[in-house]
Nanobody
Framework: VQLQASGGGLVQAGGSLRLSCAAS????????MGWYRQDPGKQRELVAV???????NYEDSVKGRFTISRDNAKSTVYLQMNSLKPEDSGVYYC??????????????WGNGTLVTVSS
């Protein structure tokens, strides 16, 4: 199983970016999917998460600006980021709990995608 993230880049403050993360491989089902951000020298912090049922949760600083969604048919999670601020900059990692059969679930991490917001 692999997670492949894409969509990062350089954007001016106030702009928008859309991150995507697609899971591939032996997938029976996917439980939660989410996005973390990591700044240099700091631990990864949860940005947003979405359950298999569509329930979402956001870090306080991104509420109202970011929207997480998923396409179960494509095993893909998205993060729409609007009204971006310089403090949103960092490497964004996707994560998902993926089951390859009825009982074997594991947490997988995708590659990081760099988001840089200029002031």
């Amino acid at each position: 199983v692999q997670l492949q993230a894409s969509g990062g880049g350089l954007v001016q403050a106030g702009g928008s970016l859309r991150l995507s993360c697609a899971a591939s491989g032996s997938i029976f089902s996917i439980n939660f999917m989410g996005w973390y951000r990591q700044d240099p020298g700091k631990q990864r912090e949860l940005v947003a998460v979405i359950t298999s049922g569509g329930t979402t949760n956001y870090e306080d600083s991104v509420k109202g600006r970011f929207t997480i969604s998923r396409d179960n048919a494509k095993s893909t999670v998205y993060l729409q980021m609007n009204s971006l601020k310089p403090e949103d900059s960092g490497v964004y990692y996707c994560v998902a709990e993926i089951y390859s059969d009825w009982y074997s679930g594991m947490e997988y991490w995708g590659n990081g995608t760099l988001v840089t917001v200029s002031s």
